[in-house]
């Protein structure tokens, strides 16, 4: 694993943030929620511990949408769209998205949640991470 702080930001470099604390897990979501936020069968994304999160500039420019339902906030940069970030309705952030960060990590995922709902046109790897059909415990 990267030592901390690990860095990382969005698609046009308007957002930049760094993590201070050692990340936590790395986790696959395959509910068709975050397919259709990232246009991808999974997404990929890093547990992180609450206050580790810090921006190093452009917090202005994060946007985001809250379900009408239920879950975290989905943030994104307002300029370029880049995912960066789930909140939680307390402002914590909880989850970053892998393809934000600077650096490999070097995390093993430690499972796929919501594989019930994963789409048929792109089959989950055999690779062994454990799976759950709804939320992973």
């Known amino acids: 694993m ?28 395959h509910c068709t929620r975050c397919q259709r936020r990232t ?25 985001g949408w809250r379900p009408p339902d239920s879950g975290y906030e989905k943030c994104f940069c307002s ?23 600077d650096e490999d990590p070097h995390l093993t995922p430690k499972h796929r949640q919501f594989v019930a709902y994963a789409a048929t046109w792109e089959p989950i790897p055999g690779d062994g991470v454990p799976r759950s059909d709804e939320q992973a415990a």
């Open 39 to 63: 246009g991808t069968a999974a997404s990929p994304q890093v547990r992180i511990a609450p206050g580790s999160f810090r921006f190093v500039q452009g917090e202005s420019l994060v946007a």
């Open 2 to 29: 990267s030592a901390a702080p690990i860095t990382g930001g969005c698609l046009c470099g308007g957002v930049r943030y760094e993590i201070v604390e050692p990340l936590l897990a790395m986790t696959y979501c």
């Open 79 to 101: 300029r370029c769209g880049g995912a960066l970030f789930s909140r939680h309705a307390d402002g914590t952030i909880w989850g970053v998205r892998m393809g934000t960060l």
